[in-house]
């Protein structure tokens, strides 16, 4: 939490640098998991959690065609969805989220994916992260900051936040960043994150942004 504006004026200057030198080092930072509707999305979205996006697109391919419809995940069975998404991890939890929130999505939502963040957070297995993946990709809604680990990691380690509760990181981040840059602020850490700055142990020194 910011709790002074003196504080607040000397973390909003700290990212406007981070910001300026993602800019520089990764200009077309975007996300990596592919889709082709929305809701494909919240679904490629939701197996990511834990797990990576390589792992996820090479699961999603095969997935995508075998389940081409919203209805077709409505009358999946859950024994089989389950071997369909083990390789990604929690493939229980997943299943049983991706596939109750097809039935809300057709019998409530009139088979679209929710565009506010109250409506999609309704849908079960569905963060404020994911929330926000999915409203800014699907529908250009930006609401938000999606915190993932490496935004929590890398947040904390250039001084922009010095909360570990992703909710409070993203309020954090909120304050400081111009809201415009909300959205692709996600992917310019986590693009940072794999190819300047990862998570095993090394020389923070020699990462460019530090």
Known sequence: MIKTAQELKKRKEK???????LKRLIPNAKMA???????????????????TDKKVNEVTEKLFKKYK???????????EFE?????????????????????????????????????????????RKTANVVLGNAYGVVEG????????????????????????????????????????FTYYLIEYGRNYCPAKRHDHAKCPVR
């Open 83 to 127: 071997k369909d998404i083990y390789s990604t991890g929690f493939y229980r939890n997943k299943t049983k989220n991706i596939l109750a929130s097809a039935k809300l999505v057709k019998e409530t939502f009139g088979g679209k994916i929710p565009n506010t963040m109250e409506a999609i957070l309704t849908l079960p297995g569905v963060s």
């Open 69 to 79: 419809k919203l209805d077709d995940y409505v009358n999946a069975r859950n024994s």
């Open 145 to 184: 900051i999606a915190v993932d680990t490496h935004v929590i990691r890398l947040s904390r380690l250039l001084g922009l936040s010095t909360e570990k509760d992703p909710k409070k990181i993203e309020q954090d981040l909120m304050q400081i960043l111009p809201k415009k840059e909300w959205f692709t």
């Open 33 to 51: 998991l592919r889709y082709s509707n929305n809701w494909e999305l919240l679904v490629a979205v939701i197996l990511s959690a834990q797990c």
């Open 15 to 21: 990212a406007r640098k981070v910001l300026r030198e």
